[in-house]
């Protein structure tokens, strides 16, 4: 009977006795290794998407503001064209022809 131990190097299936000079111990030893390496990388991974968040928050955040103030500009705008008299309409098409 050949035992068979998990060869971390190719992937693939070793035989124990056939050439093969690895331990258990050393097999156990890279699986732990290379999991903890993927656990770093998945963590990596969270902290981008943490951050990716936190940025798409700000902007939204931003825009947000950026385009209240473009509303209160705007007020501000026709409520001193009308202190003027001048339609909004007016000074749309006015504004239009200049641009």
Do not use: F, W
């Not at 097999?27 to 990716?52: F, G, P």
């Not at 936190?54 to 503001?65: F, G, H, K, N, V």
């Not at 705008?77 to 022809?97: C, H, P, T, V, W």
């Amino acid at each position: 009977m050949v035992n068979k131990v998990l060869c971390v190097d190719c992937c693939s299936e070793g035989v124990a006795g056939a050439g093969s000079s690895r331990q258990p111990l050393t097999v156990l030893s890279k699986l732990t290794s290379a999991m903890s390496l993927k656990q770093k990388l998945v963590d990596e991974i969270a902290e981008k998407q943490r951050h990716a968040k936190r940025l798409s928050q700000q902007y939204d955040e931003q825009l947000s503001y950026v385009e209240q103030a473009i509303r209160q500009m705007q007020a501000r705008r026709d409520r001193e064209l009308a202190k003027l008299g001048i339609n909004q309409s007016i000074y749309q098409s006015i504004y239009s022809q200049q641009v």
